[in-house]
């Protein structure tokens, strides 16, 4: 039933996920999974007044549950309370087995409100803890790229296409940034493999006419 939920909010059928997990808290209230898949409901239908309801059920029922610390900092994100948030994503990130990913989350709202360097930092720390991660590669890439470190943001989103060769954001970034680091025959093929499946892509437009 939980698995059922969660595929339910993958297809941002958030109403449906919300009636499973609803209906597991009420075969079991102390099950802290369920006020989980509602907290997750919640935020997907951009609720995160009632979102904290449920993950604060939830760490009263397992305090040690991860998942239930990283809901509550996507909703006090949700809410501009950056302290709030971040507190809850460093608890999160403690009682993790494979905290990689909450260091990207972390990162992701260091970027949004513009704290570049922690940004950077938190990256690196996951691109540390899971080499294989795609998504931190190219949170990197982004980041040097706005810094104009362009050597290392190319050999950055080298390392991500390594990785999988078929996500259209690493391509993307690796066409624009071998066009800026002088091949721009090689980062228009690129480009152009972007735009035969993204022709709506506007920078690649824009950097392919620069190539």
Request: hydrophobic share 40%; proline share 3%; with cysteine.
């Amino acid at each position: 039933r939980i698995a059922i939920g969660f595929t339910y909010l993958d297809k941002e059928e958030c109403s449906r996920a919300e009636r499973e997990f609803q209906s597991l808290t009420e075969m079991q209230p102390r099950f802290a999974d369920a006020h989980i898949g509602l907290g997750y409901a919640k935020l997907c239908a951009d609720d995160a007044t009632k979102a904290l309801t449920y993950f604060r059920k939830a760490i009263e029922l397992e305090p040690y549950n991860d998942w239930a610390h990283q809901g509550l900092g996507v909703a006090y994100a949700m809410q501009e309370r950056w302290e709030e948030s971040d507190a809850a994503f460093v608890e999160a990130i403690r009682f993790s087995p494979a905290p990689a990913v909450l260091h990207i989350r972390l990162g992701q709202s260091y970027l949004s409100r513009d704290k570049t360097d922690e940004a950077e930092a938190e990256y690196q720390l996951a691109a540390t803890l899971d080499p294989y991660s795609q998504e931190a590669l190219i949170g990197l890439t982004r980041i040097w790229l706005n810094q104009y470190q362009e050597a290392q943001a190319l050999t950055a989103i080298q390392d991500a296409v390594a990785l999988d060769a078929s996500n259209k954001e690493a391509q993307y970034l690796l066409g624009l940034l071998t066009v800026l680091q002088g091949d721009p025959e090689n980062g228009a093929a690129i480009l152009q493999d972007v735009l035969d499946e993204e022709p709506e892509e506007a920078y690649a437009h824009y950097f392919l006419g620069i190539a």
